[in-house]
Every structure is written in C-alpha cells, then in structure tokens.
C-alpha cells in the first residue's frame, strides 16, 4: 500500500487541500494509515509528476495562498488499478506485538510489567478509536477491524496462550 493511492483515494471524493488530506488521514484514515505534512506534500509532488492530481492555487489577497488538489482521470484509472489488484493479507510493522515477540528475553516480573503496559496500551487505543467522529461506509468497517485486532490481542494474552 502505498501513500499516494491513498490520497487518490480521498481526492477521488472531492478536491482537497495538503491540510485538509492531513486532516482526512488523521481523523478517517486513523489507525491503518498515519501521514503528516512531511510526507503528504512530497507524496502530491510525485502525483503531480505522474499526471494523477492537478494542482489549484487559491489565493486571499493577502497571506500564503491554498493549493487545491484534485484527481485527474488518469488519477481515477491509477486508484481502481490499484484496488483491483490481488488482495494481501493485512500486515503492518507493529512494534508492540515485535515486543511481545521477543519478551522471552525479559526476566518474568520484567515480561508481567511489558504485557501489562501493552494491554494498557491496547486498550487505550481501542478507546481512542471509539472515541473518533464515525467512519462512513468501508472506513468504518476498516476501523472496527483494527479495533477487533487489538481486542485479539487483548484477549490471547489474557487467555494465558502467552505467559509470563
């Protein structure tokens, strides 16, 4: 998966501004996709260059001008391309269950505090993820994926199939 489909992805809804797609990435895009200004501008440039996003400036009379970014037709064929393409099976590079993983290296009282801070954590992401503005459709689904996820895992360290 790859930032600039993603941004085709909210692009293909309306035209955005850099702020706004940060903006969209954080609220609707929270917890499988995390993007700040520093990687959704350079992103955009590379679109631009590829012929999938046109840019709009919009400028007040005074101060920085916005810059309006929308989908191209090409754009379009690059995001269903994209989508059509054969499924994987979700991964990501989680550095809690990297972690737990490895905890055998810990002494047993230094494993308890380790699984109880990444059940702390666990939990309070998954409150967090409850607490956001609801997803429409599919984002919405995503999301309560990923809350199903950290409850699994919740629920197999406390069923003691990983012991201290």
Do not use: C
């Not at 429409?136 to 990983?162: D, F, H, N």
């Amino acid at each position: 998966m790859s930032l600039p489909h993603l941004l085709l992805g909210l692009l293909n809804e309306e035209p955005r501004t850099g702020y706004d797609l940060e903006r969209a990435v954080r609220e609707q895009l929270d917890p499988f996709w995390r993007a700040g200004f520093s990687q959704i501008y350079p992103a955009l440039a590379r679109m631009r260059r590829e012929g999938w996003v046109l840019l709009r400036v919009l400028g007040p009379r005074r101060g920085p001008p916005r810059l309006l970014y929308r989908a191209t037709a090409a754009g379009r064929r690059e995001l269903r391309r994209w989508l059509e393409e054969p499924a994987e099976a979700p991964r990501a590079n989680d550095a809690a269950l990297a972690r737990l993983a490895f905890s055998d290296a810990l002494e047993p009282p230094a494993r308890r505090r380790l699984f109880r801070a990444l059940d702390d954590a666990a939990a309070a992401e998954i409150a967090r993820l409850r607490r956001l503005p609801e997803a429409p459709g599919a984002r919405g689904i995503a999301r309560q994926a990923a809350i199903e996820e950290l409850e699994g895992v919740r629920k197999v360290m406390r069923a003691g199939k990983v012991r201290p």
